[in-house]
């Protein structure tokens, strides 16, 4: 006959296992950590102090606040310029689908945000910076106004535009031909 002999679990899996309070209870000796709380020290506290309420915003303070938006919408277009420009370059100047998808893309940003000026910044406009939303708007035009030439540059560029020559804003000298081809009928 043969005695089967029962280990005892480790005591690391009797602890993880227990559900003793003298587990769950912290020790008087620990402190705890920085930012920790415990359950029972949250209550104490929302008993004690009660959060302050947020206090409203004046409408000079929401005026400030809503055109502070407005400029950072306004502005979001020329943030944008660097990465379309770097974009523009490396899809190279031949005509495949990706560089003239690009450019569509390029194109129909600025053009469709500035059709939808009115609806973009309607939320943000009141009767009081009315005056002042005039020059965002105006800077909102001249951001998209600027994509929209970085888009005829690089069409420009890929020698799609109705030109004699490629030069259209003289960045390079006319090109002379190195020889002529003469038809002699014989």
Known sequence: MTTQVTVPPPQWLVDM???????????????????????????????????????????????????????????????????????????????????????FMLFKGPITAMFSIQSTFQRLETDSNRGQMLLVKAAFVGCNFLALALGIWKVNGMGLLPTTRSDWLAWEAARDPLERAYYVPS
Request: no cysteine.
């Open 17 to 103: 296992t227990s559900t003793s309070t003298a587990l769950t209870k912290p020790k008087a000796n620990i402190v705890d950590p920085p930012g920790f709380t415990t359950l029972q020290s949250k209550q104490k506290s929302s008993k004690t102090a009660a959060a302050p309420a947020r206090k409203q915003p004046t409408p000079e303070e929401m005026d400030t606040l809503k055109l502070k938006k407005a400029w950072e919408l306004a502005i979001a277009p020329a943030k944008q310029l660097p990465m379309n420009a770097i974009g523009m370059y490396m899809t190279g100047n031949s005509l495949q689908i990706f560089s003239i998808m690009m450019v």
